[in-house]
Protein backbone atom coordinates (compact mmCIF):
# COMPACT_ATOMS: atom_id res chain seq x y z
CA UNK A 1 0.00 0.00 0.00
CA UNK A 2 1.48 3.38 -0.93
CA UNK A 3 1.08 5.66 2.10
CA UNK A 4 1.97 8.14 -0.01
CA UNK A 5 -0.06 7.83 -3.50
CA UNK A 6 -3.38 7.57 -1.17
CA UNK A 7 -2.42 10.62 0.16
CA UNK A 8 -2.07 12.66 -3.29
CA UNK A 9 -5.68 10.63 -3.54
CA UNK A 10 -7.51 12.20 -0.74
CA UNK A 11 -6.23 15.87 -1.60
CA UNK A 12 -7.15 16.00 -5.14
CA UNK A 13 -10.35 16.93 -4.36
CA UNK A 14 -9.54 19.62 -2.03
CA UNK A 15 -7.43 20.90 0.65
CA UNK A 16 -7.62 18.96 3.60
CA UNK A 17 -6.27 19.24 7.18
CA UNK A 18 -3.64 16.83 8.71
CA UNK A 19 -6.17 15.18 11.24
CA UNK A 20 -8.59 14.96 8.07
CA UNK A 21 -6.07 12.93 6.30
CA UNK A 22 -4.96 10.31 8.94
CA UNK A 23 -9.17 10.04 9.28
CA UNK A 24 -9.83 9.28 5.90
CA UNK A 25 -6.73 7.29 5.25
CA UNK A 26 -8.35 4.66 7.89
CA UNK A 27 -11.66 5.12 6.72
CA UNK A 28 -10.45 4.20 3.12
CA UNK A 29 -8.97 1.17 3.68
CA UNK A 30 -11.53 -0.16 5.43
CA UNK A 31 -9.83 -0.23 8.47
CA UNK A 32 -7.90 -3.29 7.66
CA UNK A 33 -4.23 -1.67 7.28
CA UNK A 34 -2.47 -0.81 9.70
CA UNK A 35 -0.98 2.50 9.65
CA UNK A 36 0.72 5.38 12.65
CA UNK A 37 0.05 8.80 13.08
CA UNK A 38 3.89 9.73 12.61
CA UNK A 39 3.72 7.76 9.02
CA UNK A 40 0.70 10.02 8.10
CA UNK A 41 2.68 13.14 8.85
CA UNK A 42 6.20 11.92 8.03
CA UNK A 43 5.09 11.19 4.89
CA UNK A 44 3.34 14.22 3.93
CA UNK A 45 6.34 16.20 5.37
CA UNK A 46 8.46 14.01 2.12
CA UNK A 47 5.73 15.30 -0.35
CA UNK A 48 6.25 18.70 0.54
CA UNK A 49 9.79 18.65 0.21
CA UNK A 50 9.33 17.13 -3.51
CA UNK A 51 7.09 19.31 -4.47
CA UNK A 52 3.96 16.94 -4.41
CA UNK A 53 1.88 19.19 -2.24
CA UNK A 54 1.84 22.59 -0.58
CA UNK A 55 0.53 23.63 3.03
CA UNK A 56 -0.03 26.85 4.48
CA UNK A 57 2.44 29.05 5.89
CA UNK A 58 1.15 29.39 9.57
CA UNK A 59 2.71 26.38 10.87
CA UNK A 60 6.47 25.36 10.52
CA UNK A 61 5.50 21.07 11.47
CA UNK A 62 3.23 19.45 9.47
CA UNK A 63 0.41 18.37 12.07
CA UNK A 64 -3.35 18.19 12.68
CA UNK A 65 -4.24 21.82 12.45
CA UNK A 66 -1.99 22.27 9.29
CA UNK A 67 -3.83 22.75 5.78
CA UNK A 68 -1.84 20.28 2.94
CA UNK A 69 -3.17 20.83 -1.01
CA UNK A 70 -2.40 19.01 -3.96
CA UNK A 71 0.31 21.04 -6.82
CA UNK A 72 0.17 20.21 -10.64
CA UNK A 73 3.33 17.91 -9.99
CA UNK A 74 1.34 16.16 -7.31
CA UNK A 75 -1.17 15.36 -9.82
CA UNK A 76 0.80 13.92 -12.44
CA UNK A 77 2.49 12.10 -9.98
CA UNK A 78 -0.79 11.03 -9.03
CA UNK A 79 -2.33 9.89 -12.52
CA UNK A 80 1.35 7.93 -13.33
CA UNK A 81 0.59 5.63 -10.00
CA UNK A 82 -3.05 5.08 -10.58
CA UNK A 83 -2.56 4.03 -14.50
CA UNK A 84 1.10 2.08 -13.88
CA UNK A 85 0.05 -1.46 -13.42
CA UNK A 86 1.94 -3.29 -10.16
CA UNK A 87 4.91 -5.57 -11.61
CA UNK A 88 2.98 -8.76 -11.54
CA UNK A 89 5.58 -10.34 -14.17
CA UNK A 90 7.60 -12.61 -11.85
CA UNK A 91 6.09 -15.28 -9.84
CA UNK A 92 6.51 -15.05 -6.22
CA UNK A 93 8.15 -17.45 -4.05
CA UNK A 94 5.12 -19.56 -3.00
CA UNK A 95 5.40 -21.03 0.01
CA UNK A 96 2.07 -23.27 -0.66
CA UNK A 97 3.11 -24.04 -3.82
CA UNK A 98 6.65 -25.64 -2.50
CA UNK A 99 5.11 -27.53 0.12
CA UNK A 100 3.04 -29.68 -2.04
CA UNK A 101 5.97 -30.14 -4.68
CA UNK A 102 7.83 -31.64 -2.14
CA UNK A 103 5.34 -33.56 -0.52
CA UNK A 104 5.55 -35.42 -3.75
CA UNK A 105 9.19 -36.21 -2.81
CA UNK A 106 8.23 -37.34 0.52
CA UNK A 107 7.56 -41.16 0.82
CA UNK A 108 4.69 -42.39 2.60
CA UNK A 109 2.90 -39.06 2.51
CA UNK A 110 -0.08 -38.66 0.68
CA UNK A 111 0.17 -35.54 -1.42
CA UNK A 112 -3.87 -35.03 -1.87
CA UNK A 113 -3.97 -35.10 2.27
CA UNK A 114 -1.34 -32.62 2.32
CA UNK A 115 -3.38 -30.68 -0.66
CA UNK A 116 -6.67 -31.05 1.62
CA UNK A 117 -5.24 -29.73 4.80
CA UNK A 118 -4.27 -26.43 3.05
CA UNK A 119 -7.54 -26.21 1.42
CA UNK A 120 -9.35 -26.79 5.09
CA UNK A 121 -7.42 -24.04 6.38
CA UNK A 122 -7.43 -21.44 3.23
CA UNK A 123 -12.04 -22.32 3.11
CA UNK A 124 -11.99 -21.72 7.04
CA UNK A 125 -10.19 -18.41 6.25
CA UNK A 126 -12.47 -17.65 3.58
CA UNK A 127 -15.31 -18.10 5.54
CA UNK A 128 -14.46 -15.78 8.23
CA UNK A 129 -13.95 -13.27 5.73
CA UNK A 130 -17.48 -14.10 3.85
CA UNK A 131 -18.85 -13.54 7.96
CA UNK A 132 -17.30 -10.03 8.08
CA UNK A 133 -18.87 -9.10 4.49
CA UNK A 134 -22.15 -10.59 5.45
CA UNK A 135 -21.85 -8.65 8.42
CA UNK A 136 -20.31 -5.16 7.71
CA UNK A 137 -21.01 -4.91 3.69
CA UNK A 138 -23.94 -3.15 3.24
CA UNK A 139 -23.18 -0.69 4.86
CA UNK A 140 -19.24 -0.48 4.46
CA UNK A 141 -18.41 -0.05 0.09
CA UNK A 142 -14.84 -0.20 1.18
CA UNK A 143 -14.75 -3.04 3.25
CA UNK A 144 -17.03 -5.12 1.07
CA UNK A 145 -14.01 -4.24 -1.39
CA UNK A 146 -11.63 -4.98 0.56
CA UNK A 147 -13.05 -8.40 1.41
CA UNK A 148 -13.56 -9.16 -2.22
CA UNK A 149 -10.05 -8.67 -2.94
CA UNK A 150 -8.83 -11.03 -0.11
CA UNK A 151 -11.77 -13.58 -0.89
CA UNK A 152 -10.57 -13.96 -4.41
CA UNK A 153 -6.81 -14.32 -3.51
CA UNK A 154 -7.46 -17.29 -1.30
CA UNK A 155 -9.96 -18.63 -4.06
CA UNK A 156 -7.51 -18.43 -6.26
CA UNK A 157 -5.40 -21.09 -4.10
CA UNK A 158 -8.00 -23.07 -3.13
CA UNK A 159 -8.55 -23.89 -7.30
CA UNK A 160 -5.14 -24.61 -7.94
CA UNK A 161 -5.09 -26.93 -4.62
CA UNK A 162 -8.28 -28.51 -6.83
CA UNK A 163 -6.07 -28.40 -10.00
CA UNK A 164 -3.11 -29.53 -8.54
CA UNK A 165 -5.42 -32.33 -6.74
CA UNK A 166 -7.10 -33.29 -10.50
CA UNK A 167 -3.79 -33.27 -12.60
CA UNK A 168 -2.20 -35.69 -9.69
CA UNK A 169 -4.75 -38.17 -9.74
CA UNK A 170 -4.77 -38.33 -13.42
CA UNK A 171 -1.28 -38.66 -13.83
CA UNK A 172 -0.88 -41.76 -11.13
CA UNK A 173 -3.88 -43.66 -13.58
CA UNK A 174 -1.63 -42.34 -16.64
CA UNK A 175 2.03 -44.71 -17.65
CA UNK A 176 5.08 -42.79 -16.12
CA UNK A 177 7.00 -40.32 -18.78
CA UNK A 178 10.48 -41.57 -18.76
CA UNK A 179 11.40 -38.10 -21.01
CA UNK A 180 13.10 -35.91 -17.97
CA UNK A 181 11.60 -32.90 -17.99
CA UNK A 182 13.04 -29.80 -19.99
CA UNK A 183 14.00 -27.13 -17.94
CA UNK A 184 12.03 -24.10 -18.04
CA UNK A 185 14.23 -21.49 -17.68
CA UNK A 186 11.81 -18.62 -19.58
CA UNK A 187 11.26 -15.54 -18.56
CA UNK A 188 7.91 -13.39 -18.95
CA UNK A 189 8.59 -10.55 -20.43
CA UNK A 190 6.89 -7.63 -18.93
CA UNK A 191 4.17 -5.52 -21.64
CA UNK A 192 2.78 -2.35 -20.94
CA UNK B 1 -31.04 -31.74 17.00
CA UNK B 2 -30.28 -32.67 13.55
CA UNK B 3 -32.55 -31.89 11.15
CA UNK B 4 -31.27 -34.17 8.47
CA UNK B 5 -29.08 -37.01 8.71
CA UNK B 6 -27.30 -39.71 6.19
CA UNK B 7 -26.05 -42.71 7.85
CA UNK B 8 -23.77 -44.84 6.27
CA UNK B 9 -25.20 -44.31 3.16
CA UNK B 10 -23.48 -45.49 0.04
CA UNK B 11 -24.74 -45.52 -3.71
CA UNK B 12 -23.23 -48.02 -6.45
CA UNK B 13 -24.60 -47.66 -10.36
CA UNK B 14 -24.17 -51.03 -12.42
CA UNK B 15 -23.47 -54.18 -11.42
CA UNK B 16 -20.37 -56.91 -11.29
CA UNK B 17 -17.12 -55.16 -13.30
CA UNK B 18 -18.73 -52.12 -14.46
CA UNK B 19 -20.26 -51.32 -10.93
CA UNK B 20 -19.38 -47.57 -10.03
CA UNK B 21 -19.63 -46.33 -6.28
CA UNK B 22 -21.04 -42.83 -6.52
CA UNK B 23 -21.68 -42.68 -2.53
CA UNK B 24 -19.52 -44.77 0.25
CA UNK B 25 -20.38 -45.01 3.41
CA UNK B 26 -21.76 -41.27 3.99
CA UNK B 27 -22.53 -39.85 7.03
CA UNK B 28 -23.53 -36.28 7.58
CA UNK B 29 -25.57 -34.53 9.85
CA UNK B 30 -27.63 -30.72 9.27
CA UNK B 31 -28.32 -29.34 12.69
CA UNK B 32 -31.95 -27.27 12.24
CA UNK B 33 -31.40 -23.52 10.93
CA UNK B 34 -28.24 -24.55 9.76
CA UNK B 35 -26.26 -23.96 6.34
CA UNK B 36 -23.69 -27.07 5.27
CA UNK B 37 -21.90 -26.56 2.25
CA UNK B 38 -20.55 -29.94 0.36
CA UNK B 39 -17.77 -28.89 -1.25
CA UNK B 40 -16.20 -31.36 -4.29
CA UNK B 41 -14.88 -31.85 -7.66
CA UNK B 42 -16.85 -32.93 -10.22
CA UNK B 43 -18.04 -36.84 -10.27
CA UNK B 44 -17.13 -36.68 -6.69
CA UNK B 45 -20.93 -37.88 -5.51
CA UNK B 46 -22.03 -34.37 -4.07
CA UNK B 47 -25.13 -34.34 -6.32
CA UNK B 48 -25.99 -38.11 -5.93
CA UNK B 49 -26.03 -36.69 -1.81
CA UNK B 50 -28.06 -34.25 -2.79
CA UNK B 51 -30.60 -36.42 -4.68
CA UNK B 52 -30.54 -38.95 -2.18
CA UNK B 53 -31.25 -36.78 0.87
CA UNK B 54 -33.95 -35.09 -1.18
CA UNK B 55 -35.71 -38.84 -1.51
CA UNK B 56 -35.02 -38.52 -5.19
CA UNK B 57 -32.82 -41.30 -5.27
CA UNK B 58 -32.69 -44.42 -3.10
CA UNK B 59 -29.61 -45.06 -1.69
CA UNK B 60 -28.04 -48.47 -2.54
CA UNK B 61 -27.23 -49.27 1.58
CA UNK B 62 -27.78 -46.60 4.53
CA UNK B 63 -30.83 -44.14 5.55
CA UNK B 64 -31.46 -41.37 5.74
CA UNK B 65 -33.70 -39.17 8.38
CA UNK B 66 -35.08 -36.28 7.92
CA UNK B 67 -36.97 -34.20 10.70
CA UNK B 68 -36.84 -38.10 12.88
CA UNK B 69 -38.03 -40.00 10.35
CA UNK B 70 -36.55 -42.18 8.29
CA UNK B 71 -37.28 -42.35 4.47
CA UNK B 72 -37.07 -45.95 4.37
CA UNK B 73 -39.48 -46.31 6.56
CA UNK B 74 -42.22 -43.71 4.62
CA UNK B 75 -45.03 -45.27 2.00
CA UNK B 76 -44.15 -43.49 -1.19
CA UNK B 77 -47.10 -40.92 -0.82
CA UNK B 78 -45.56 -39.77 2.39
CA UNK B 79 -42.41 -38.97 0.33
CA UNK B 80 -44.36 -37.61 -2.37
CA UNK B 81 -45.87 -35.23 0.63
CA UNK B 82 -42.76 -34.84 1.78
CA UNK B 83 -41.20 -33.79 -1.90
CA UNK B 84 -44.21 -31.34 -2.48
CA UNK B 85 -44.36 -29.51 0.83
CA UNK B 86 -40.95 -30.20 3.06
CA UNK B 87 -38.66 -30.05 1.01
CA UNK B 88 -37.15 -27.23 -1.49
CA UNK B 89 -35.13 -28.46 -4.52
CA UNK B 90 -32.81 -25.80 -6.04
CA UNK B 91 -30.84 -26.64 -9.21
CA UNK B 92 -28.77 -24.69 -11.40
CA UNK B 93 -30.71 -24.41 -14.62
CA UNK B 94 -34.09 -23.65 -12.03
CA UNK B 95 -36.60 -25.35 -13.80
CA UNK B 96 -38.97 -22.57 -14.35
CA UNK B 97 -41.54 -23.45 -16.41
CA UNK B 98 -41.83 -21.24 -19.51
CA UNK B 99 -45.63 -21.00 -19.75
CA UNK B 100 -46.26 -19.95 -16.26
CA UNK B 101 -45.44 -16.55 -14.43
CA UNK B 102 -43.26 -16.07 -11.78
CA UNK B 103 -46.11 -15.97 -9.63
CA UNK B 104 -47.58 -18.90 -11.10
CA UNK B 105 -44.24 -20.70 -10.62
CA UNK B 106 -43.35 -19.99 -7.45
CA UNK B 107 -47.45 -21.17 -6.05
CA UNK B 108 -47.46 -24.66 -8.68
CA UNK B 109 -45.99 -26.64 -5.27
CA UNK B 110 -48.57 -24.74 -3.14
CA UNK B 111 -51.38 -26.14 -5.56
CA UNK B 112 -49.58 -29.93 -5.93
CA UNK B 113 -50.14 -29.78 -2.28
CA UNK B 114 -53.58 -29.05 -2.16
CA UNK B 115 -53.39 -25.30 -1.24
CA UNK B 116 -56.38 -23.03 -2.72
CA UNK B 117 -55.01 -20.79 -5.87
CA UNK B 118 -55.55 -17.95 -4.13
CA UNK B 119 -54.13 -18.56 -1.60
CA UNK B 120 -50.79 -20.14 -3.37
CA UNK B 121 -50.73 -16.86 -4.86
CA UNK B 122 -50.73 -14.89 -2.49
CA UNK B 123 -47.92 -16.84 -0.35
CA UNK B 124 -46.50 -16.67 -3.73
CA UNK B 125 -46.29 -12.78 -3.95
CA UNK B 126 -44.80 -12.80 -0.39
CA UNK B 127 -41.75 -14.39 -0.92
CA UNK B 128 -41.46 -12.87 -4.57
CA UNK B 129 -41.64 -9.92 -2.88
CA UNK B 130 -39.34 -10.53 0.41
CA UNK B 131 -36.51 -11.67 -2.43
CA UNK B 132 -37.05 -7.75 -4.16
CA UNK B 133 -39.66 -9.33 -6.90
CA UNK B 134 -42.77 -7.35 -5.57
CA UNK B 135 -43.54 -5.62 -9.26
CA UNK B 136 -41.91 -8.78 -11.54
CA UNK B 137 -44.23 -11.47 -10.43
CA UNK B 138 -46.53 -11.49 -13.35
CA UNK B 139 -43.54 -11.69 -15.77
CA UNK B 140 -42.87 -14.92 -17.63
CA UNK B 141 -39.16 -16.51 -17.31
CA UNK B 142 -37.96 -15.24 -20.55
CA UNK B 143 -38.55 -11.80 -19.42
CA UNK B 144 -36.67 -11.59 -16.68
CA UNK B 145 -33.10 -11.17 -16.44
CA UNK B 146 -30.59 -14.34 -14.99
CA UNK B 147 -30.36 -12.74 -11.56
CA UNK B 148 -34.40 -12.78 -11.57
CA UNK B 149 -34.68 -16.06 -12.47
CA UNK B 150 -32.73 -16.98 -9.73
CA UNK B 151 -34.52 -15.19 -7.32
CA UNK B 152 -37.82 -16.85 -8.45
CA UNK B 153 -36.74 -20.58 -8.51
CA UNK B 154 -35.32 -19.43 -4.78
CA UNK B 155 -38.94 -18.19 -4.06
CA UNK B 156 -40.12 -21.53 -5.31
CA UNK B 157 -38.37 -23.61 -2.58
CA UNK B 158 -38.36 -22.19 0.23
CA UNK B 159 -42.19 -20.73 -0.17
CA UNK B 160 -45.08 -22.22 1.83
CA UNK B 161 -43.53 -24.32 4.89
CA UNK B 162 -40.53 -26.06 3.29
CA UNK B 163 -37.97 -26.38 5.98
CA UNK B 164 -35.61 -27.89 4.04
CA UNK B 165 -33.44 -26.16 1.58
CA UNK B 166 -31.65 -28.50 -1.12
CA UNK B 167 -29.07 -26.77 -4.02
CA UNK B 168 -26.86 -27.77 -6.76
CA UNK B 169 -24.56 -25.07 -7.72
CA UNK B 170 -26.68 -22.23 -7.16
CA UNK B 171 -24.91 -19.67 -8.61
CA UNK B 172 -25.11 -21.26 -11.58
CA UNK B 173 -23.36 -19.02 -14.30
CA UNK B 174 -23.89 -15.84 -12.58
CA UNK B 175 -21.29 -13.37 -11.78
CA UNK B 176 -19.84 -13.72 -8.73
CA UNK B 177 -21.98 -10.33 -7.71
CA UNK B 178 -25.43 -12.31 -8.11
CA UNK B 179 -23.71 -15.55 -6.58
CA UNK B 180 -23.33 -13.64 -3.58
CA UNK B 181 -26.89 -12.81 -3.44
CA UNK B 182 -28.09 -16.27 -4.08
CA UNK B 183 -26.14 -17.24 -0.62
CA UNK B 184 -27.03 -14.53 0.94
CA UNK B 185 -30.94 -15.28 0.48
CA UNK B 186 -29.87 -18.86 1.49
CA UNK B 187 -28.67 -18.04 4.56
CA UNK B 188 -31.49 -15.41 5.58
CA UNK B 189 -33.88 -18.85 4.80
CA UNK B 190 -32.33 -20.49 7.68
CA UNK B 191 -31.54 -17.95 10.03
CA UNK B 192 -35.51 -17.83 10.04
CA UNK B 193 -34.91 -21.99 10.71
CA UNK B 194 -34.54 -23.73 7.28
CA UNK B 195 -32.24 -26.29 6.86
CA UNK B 196 -30.35 -25.91 4.02
CA UNK B 197 -27.56 -28.09 2.51
CA UNK B 198 -25.89 -26.73 -1.03
CA UNK B 199 -23.44 -28.48 -2.69
CA UNK B 200 -20.75 -26.90 -5.46
CA UNK B 201 -17.62 -26.63 -5.88
CA UNK B 202 -16.78 -23.19 -5.39
CA UNK B 203 -14.86 -22.19 -2.41
CA UNK B 204 -16.52 -18.43 -2.37
CA UNK B 205 -20.10 -20.22 -2.43
CA UNK B 206 -18.89 -22.40 0.07
CA UNK B 207 -17.55 -20.22 2.25
CA UNK B 208 -20.96 -18.58 3.02
CA UNK B 209 -21.88 -21.87 5.21
CA UNK B 210 -21.59 -22.65 8.44
CA UNK B 211 -20.02 -25.53 8.04
CA UNK B 212 -18.14 -26.97 4.75
CA UNK B 213 -18.19 -30.92 4.34
CA UNK B 214 -15.39 -31.71 1.83
CA UNK B 215 -15.98 -35.12 -0.32
CA UNK B 216 -13.91 -37.11 -3.05
CA UNK B 217 -14.60 -39.93 -4.69
CA UNK B 218 -17.95 -40.60 -2.78
CA UNK B 219 -16.52 -39.84 0.63
CA UNK B 220 -16.74 -37.37 2.89
CA UNK B 221 -13.17 -36.48 3.59
CA UNK B 222 -13.25 -33.78 5.67
CA UNK B 223 -14.55 -30.94 7.26
CA UNK B 224 -13.83 -26.93 8.65
CA UNK B 225 -14.40 -26.24 12.41
CA UNK B 226 -16.72 -23.27 13.10
CA UNK B 227 -14.59 -20.36 13.60
CA UNK B 228 -15.29 -18.81 16.96
CA UNK B 229 -15.89 -15.25 15.75
CA UNK B 230 -15.29 -13.40 12.74
CA UNK B 231 -13.79 -10.83 14.46
CA UNK B 232 -10.41 -13.71 15.18
CA UNK B 233 -9.59 -13.31 11.85
CA UNK B 234 -8.65 -9.58 12.53
CA UNK B 235 -7.13 -10.24 15.79
CA UNK B 236 -4.55 -13.13 15.12
CA UNK B 237 -3.62 -12.04 11.97
CA UNK B 238 -0.86 -9.58 11.83
CA UNK B 239 -1.35 -7.48 9.11
CA UNK B 240 -5.09 -7.03 8.99
CA UNK B 241 -6.60 -5.24 12.04
CA UNK B 242 -9.62 -3.54 13.45
Not at chain 1, 22 to 29: A, K, N, P, Q, V
Not at chain 1, 98 to 121: E, F, M, N, T, W
Amino acid sequence: MSVRHALLAFLSARPKYGLQLREEFEESTGEVWPLNVGQVYTTLQRLERDGMIESDESEDEPGPQKVFKITEAGRVELDQWLNTPPDMAQPPRDELVIKVLSALRVPGVSVHDVIQVHRRYLVELMQQWTRLKEDEADFDLTFALVGDAELFRLDSVVRWLDAADSRLKRAALEPPDTKPAPLIRRRLVTRR
Amino acid sequence: MSYLELRGVSKSYGTGAAEVHALADVNLAVEKGSLVAVMGPSGSGKSTLLTIAGSLEEPTSGEVVIDGDPLSSMSRSDKARLRRRTIGYFFQDFNLLAGLTATENVALPLELDGVSGRSASRMAAAVLADLGMADRGGHYPDELSGGERQRAAIARAIVGERSLLLADEPSGALDSINGESVMRMILNACRRGVTAVVVTHDAQLASWADRVVFIRDGRIVDQTVPPPSPEALLADAPAPRR
